[in-house]
């Protein structure tokens, strides 16, 4: 059984960076690890994930060059390094594993606790 504890959420200006962690425990090494984010009153909805064999990454268009995912395979820890925030990337940040990178978050059915992102104008 696969289990992903998300860390690294926190009270940030606009402008500013933060690094959220992704901690896999269980057989992981063949799948993609996703990242989603919920803000209050909507949908989960995709941000991006990486392959953890092939490090191959793919991201929704609203965080193209401001966010990176990148794996530490030795760490079992994926990283979301977020530049350049904005108020409305305040949301809840979820992990999520699959063998392909799902963007539909209702696919999955293994989610971590979730990190709380607030970003302030």
């Known amino acids: 059984q696969v289990q992903l504890v998300e860390s690294g959420g926190g009270l940030v200006q606009a402008g500013d960076s933060l690094r959220l962690s992704c901690t896999a425990s269980?057989?992981?090494?063949?799948?993609?690890i996703s990242w989603f984010r919920q803000a209050p009153g909507k949908e989960r909805e995709f941000v991006t994930a990486i392959s953890w064999s092939s490090g191959r990454t793919f991201d929704a268009d609203s965080v193209k060059g401001r966010f990176t995912v990148s794996r530490d395979n030795a760490k079992n820890t994926v990283y979301l390094q977020m530049n350049s925030l904005k108020p409305e990337d305040t949301a809840v940040y979820y992990c999520?594993?699959?063998?392909?990178?799902?963007?539909?978050?209702?696919?999955?059915?293994?989610w971590g606790q979730g990190t709380q992102v607030t970003v302030s104008s």
């Open positions: 269980g057989r992981t090494f063949s799948n993609y």
């Open positions: 999520a594993t699959d063998p392909s990178p799902i963007t539909y978050s209702g696919h999955y059915n293994i």
